[in-house]
């Protein structure tokens, strides 16, 4: 691919602290413009693809966002911001940016993360939507005109060509099909877009390629998002399609949400040349997101009545004549295969579900008879839940430094117990690989063979000087609670995903609050999306007497509402690309 990097310079024209570094020590610029009266809040823009966030500051100068702190970043790969020019690893990753960057305005202006609202625009309106899926932010609210959920790629079975291509010579850069006049009917913006040097014409077909996928999977599980929404449709936009903003909308879960069809107006809705109407009527659901008592659903009765609820219900009762002949065919193929993986004959042994099949994909050794049982083996390892659960250990992992590294600056002393530990491989071998060193670690699990078989995986790892592995219930809250040593850092992963009574969760963490001291840490898993809910509920058996396997999901904002509710706040979060499984770290605040 043609790499464009750009220095970190100063902007000639801004202040050179305008600067965020992000996780992998990409720095992207952005603008900021104080507030001309006392401040509101502040308001985050997000540029559409190949621009920047200058392209922007018309509508501060149009007097838009009067009363509120405005910043603008460039994404990275864009504008003034380091990176390849319209390329990232995946589109995970300017989520993931857009996390840090909201988090350093919170951070460094003192402004609370309630009081911020996100105005975005095409791609950016992709990557707003979805870091409100994924993180579940208590923003104010989010404007987003144009989102790109689909983009119009002109060209029949353009996608699958692009795709068959990503495949074959891996990564690769697009040129935009995009022009000034497909975008505005503004002829002095759309001769700016022409003349503009900090334009980047092109998108890595990775991004592209990722951008569709992430979009599908945030517009289908659009009823996850209840921050207050207003969507802004451009009635003759050739670049996106209209009827995935519909759905989208029609989807969301928000008890405040706002819909307006511009019939005119073209793809650049927020730098038309007929644009007052849609100033108008971003100011006013800005200043009602502003103004009203924020009233997200209460969500930890969500396993009792909402829409996860109802998919597990269906999911739970018989499928219909046609459909269960089919899903009897595949449970026999499964069968089949079982007789030559070694990780299916676990499956249906001890449970898909269970801390043994858990440590089987962590170890993720291709296992079978023969070359065939082998390549079986290797494609049940790679499906989409173990190559999420995978990364969900390297997640956790990472999460856990920065746990021990707090704890030390904080001069707190690092206990950890993991209340529902499986075999504790993820762990113990995290652990022995580190030069950070708990003080004591506590492992728990209610099963007597994954107890054994963690206890001598403490013994190989060399760690019975610190290590001690027991038998203990992850749901019963007063037995936590008088877990000794108190634990400074407690864990507990892939267990609550399992669960869907919302009461369970919350006597568990109820347990962990009183464990836990003031200041000290909790990480915690969820799984808020997969794409093979209803083949693992038809397909495969659960630990628990060999029943089918069926899980509620938990959206992000329910998970967090709950370790909210127990006495904890989120202070990190980490999400695989495919958005399947979350690990996040809280602090445990004061009663």
Same mark, same amino acid.
């Given at each position: 691919?043609?790499?464009?990097?750009?220095?970190?310079?100063?902007?000639?024209?801004?202040?050179?602290?305008?600067?965020?570094?992000?996780?992998? /020590?990409?720095?992207?610029?952005?603008?900021?413009?104080?507030?001309?009266?006392?401040?509101? /809040?502040?308001?985050?823009?997000?540029?559409?693809?190949?621009?920047?966030?200058?392209? *922007?500051?018309?509508?501060?100068?149009?007097?838009?966002?009067?009363?509120?702190?405005?910043?603008?970043?460039?994404?990275?790969?864009?504008?003034?911001?380091?990176?390849?020019?319209?390329?990232?690893?995946?589109?995970?990753?300017?989520?993931?940016?857009?996390?840090?960057?909201?988090?350093?305005?919170?951070?460094?202006?003192?402004?609370?993360?309630?009081?911020?609202?996100?105005?975005?625009?095409?791609?950016?309106?992709?990557?707003?939507?979805?870091?409100?899926?994924?993180?579940?932010?208590?923003?104010?609210?989010?404007?987003?005109?144009?989102?790109?959920?689909?983009?119009?790629?002109?060209?029949?079975?353009?996608?699958?060509?692009?795709?068959?291509?990503?495949?074959?010579?891996?990564?690769?850069?697009?040129?935009?099909?995009?022009?000034?006049?497909?975008?505005?009917?503004?002829?002095?913006?759309?001769?700016?877009?022409?003349?503009?040097?900090?334009?980047?014409?092109?998108?890595?077909?990775?991004?592209?390629?990722?951008?569709?996928?992430?979009?599908?999977?945030?517009?289908?599980?659009?009823?996850?998002?209840?921050?207050?929404?207003?969507?802004?449709?451009?009635?003759?936009?050739?670049?996106?399609?209209?009827?995935?903003?519909?759905?989208?909308?029609?989807?969301?879960?928000?008890?405040?949400?706002?819909?307006?069809?511009?019939?005119?107006?073209?793809?650049?809705?927020?730098?038309?040349?007929?644009?007052?109407?849609?100033?108008?009527?971003?100011?006013?659901?800005?200043?009602?997101?502003?103004?009203?008592?924020?009233?997200?659903?209460?969500?930890?009765?969500?396993?009792?009545?909402? %829409?996860?609820?109802?998919?597990?219900?269906?999911?739970?009762?018989?499928?219909?004549?046609?459909?269960?002949?089919?899903?009897?065919?595949?449970?026999?193929?499964?069968?089949?295969?079982?007789?030559?993986?070694?990780?299916?004959?676990?499956?249906?042994?001890?449970?898909?579900?269970?801390?043994? *099949?858990?440590?089987?994909?962590?170890?993720?050794?291709?296992?079978?008879?023969?070359?065939?049982?082998?390549?079986?083996?290797?494609?049940?390892?790679?499906?989409?839940?173990?190559?999420?659960?995978?990364?969900?250990?390297?997640?956790?992992?990472?999460?856990?430094?920065?746990?021990?590294?707090?704890?030390?600056?904080?001069?707190?002393?690092?206990? *950890?117990?993991?209340?529902?530990? /499986?075999?504790?491989?993820?762990?113990?071998?995290?652990?022995?690989?580190?030069?950070?060193?708990?003080?004591?670690?506590?492992?728990?699990?209610?099963?007597?063979?994954?107890?054994?078989?963690?206890?001598?995986?403490?013994?190989?790892?060399?760690?019975?000087?610190?290590?001690?592995?027991?038998?203990?219930?992850?749901?019963?809250?007063?037995?936590?609670?008088?877990?000794?040593?108190?634990?400074?850092?407690?864990?507990?992963?892939?267990?609550?995903?399992?669960?869907?009574?919302?009461?369970?969760?919350?006597?568990?963490?109820?347990?962990?609050?009183?464990?836990?001291?003031?200041?000290?840490?909790?990480? %915690?898993?969820?799984?808020?999306?997969?794409?093979?809910?209803? *083949?693992?509920?038809?397909?495969?058996?659960?630990?628990?007497?060999?029943?089918?396997?069926?899980?509620?999901?938990?959206?992000?904002?329910?998970?967090?509402?709950?370790?909210?509710?127990?006495?904890?706040?989120?202070?990190?979060?980490?999400?695989?690309?495919?958005?399947?499984?979350?690990?996040?770290?809280?602090?445990?605040?004061?009663?």
């Amino acid at each position: 691919m043609n790499a464009h990097t750009t220095e970190i310079a100063p902007h000639p024209s801004h202040p050179p602290e305008n600067w965020v570094q992000c996780h992998d /020590g990409t720095h992207l610029f952005y603008r900021r413009w104080k507030a001309d009266r006392p401040q509101t /809040g502040a308001v985050v823009l997000l540029h559409r693809g190949h621009e920047h966030g200058g392209r *922007m500051e018309h509508l501060i100068d149009e007097g838009l966002f009067a009363g509120f702190d405005v910043y603008a970043w460039d994404a990275r790969g864009h504008g003034w911001s380091d990176g390849e020019r319209g390329a990232a690893p995946h589109v995970g990753e300017l989520v993931r940016d857009l996390d840090a960057f909201v988090r350093h305005i919170s951070d460094h202006n003192g402004i609370p993360v309630q009081d911020i609202a996100i105005v975005a625009q095409s791609v950016g309106a992709v990557i707003a939507a979805t870091w409100v899926h994924d993180y579940a932010p208590p923003i104010r609210g989010m404007v987003l005109a144009a989102p790109a959920f689909e983009v119009n790629l002109q060209v029949p079975l353009a996608r699958t060509v692009l795709d068959l291509w990503l495949k074959v010579r891996g990564d690769y850069t697009v040129q935009s099909y995009v022009q000034p006049s497909m975008l505005t009917q503004d002829a002095d913006r759309a001769k700016s877009y022409a003349t503009d040097p900090l334009i980047t014409p092109t998108i890595s077909a990775n991004v592209l390629m990722d951008l569709h996928e992430t979009a599908k999977r945030v517009v289908a599980d659009a009823p996850a998002i209840t921050v207050p929404t207003q969507i802004l449709i451009a009635g003759s936009d050739s670049v996106v399609k209209k009827p995935p903003q519909d759905r989208f909308f029609n989807k969301l879960g928000a008890n405040f949400k706002d819909r307006h069809v511009y019939p005119d107006l073209r793809h650049d809705i927020l730098g038309e040349r007929d644009r007052g109407q849609v100033m108008t009527d971003i100011k006013r659901f800005l200043t009602q997101c502003f103004n009203r008592t924020i009233d997200a659903p209460a969500l930890q009765n969500a396993d009792r009545r909402g %829409y996860t609820k109802a998919e597990a219900d269906r999911l739970a009762a018989p499928a219909g004549p046609l459909q269960s002949v089919v899903w009897a065919a595949m449970r026999g193929i499964i069968r089949l295969g079982g007789k030559l993986s070694e990780g299916i004959r676990l499956g249906h042994e001890a449970g898909f579900d269970s801390g043994s *099949m858990l440590d089987y994909v962590y170890r993720n050794k291709a296992t079978g008879a023969g070359p065939i049982g082998r390549w079986i083996d290797r494609i049940y390892l790679n499906s989409p839940g173990w190559r999420g659960i995978r990364q969900r250990r390297r997640n956790i992992e990472e999460l856990t430094a920065i746990a021990l590294r707090r704890l030390a600056a904080q001069g707190q002393p690092a206990r *950890m117990t993991d209340i529902a530990a /499986g075999h504790g491989r993820y762990l113990l071998e995290a652990i022995a690989a580190s030069d950070q060193r708990p003080e004591s670690i506590l492992l728990r699990d209610y099963c007597e063979r994954n107890v054994a078989h963690g206890q001598e995986l403490i013994k190989k790892l060399d760690l019975a000087g610190i290590a001690r592995f027991e038998q203990g219930n992850a749901f019963d809250g007063d037995s936590i609670a008088a877990v000794d040593p108190r634990p400074t850092l407690a864990i507990v992963s892939g267990l609550y995903e399992l669960f869907s009574d919302n009461g369970l969760i919350s006597g568990s963490l109820d347990g962990l609050a009183r464990a836990v001291p003031e200041g000290g840490l909790l990480i %915690y898993t969820g799984q808020p999306w997969h794409p093979q809910l209803e *083949m693992i509920a038809r397909t495969l058996t659960s630990h628990r007497d060999g029943q089918p396997w069926v899980m509620r999901r938990r959206t992000q904002a329910e998970m967090d509402a709950l370790v909210a509710q127990a006495g904890f706040r989120k202070i990190e979060q980490r999400i695989d690309r495919w958005g399947i499984f979350t690990v996040s770290l809280a602090v445990r605040v004061a009663d």
